[in-house]
Nanobody
Framework: QVQLVESGGGLVQPGGSLRLSCAAS????????MAWFRQAPGKQRELVAS???????NYADSVKGRFTISRDISKNTMYLQMSSLNPEDTAVYYC?????????WGQGTQVTVSS
């Protein structure tokens, strides 16, 4: 497994923005795909956005046009830029990484959207 550490979560007002970071313990060039998931209390974990080793991205319909997933290879870091946040975005956000040896998860970072 690769070690993943999320950061950047917090409390934000509706309509605001946050950028989440996911730092990996090894080069993300060795990672087949990375993704952001989120889970609200009492709900299933859902895929928010993903990025492949080639840089191809995909987004859930609920966040398309508002969230952007990206990576900085030199920093071994993946990002999720979140804009136009609404209370439905409130959840624990988890970073995941798929390598040939398996999938790794970060511990999560809380995002709360509230006025």
């Amino acid at each position: 497994q690769v070690q993943l550490v999320e950061s950047g979560g917090g409390l934000v007002q509706p309509g605001g923005s946050l950028r989440l970071s996911c730092a990996a313990s090894e080069s993300i060039l060795a990672i087949l795909a990375m993704a952001w998931f989120r889970q609200a209390p009492g709900k299933q974990r859902e895929l928010v956005a993903s990025i492949t080793s080639g840089g191809s991205t995909n987004y859930a319909d609920s966040v398309k046009g508002r969230f952007t997933i990206s990576r900085d290879i030199s920093k071994n870091t993946m990002y999720l830029q979140m804009s136009s946040l609404n209370p439905e975005d409130t959840a624990v956000y988890y970073c995941s990484a798929d390598l040939r040896r398996g999938r790794s998860w970060g511990q999560g970072t809380q995002v709360t959207v509230s006025s």
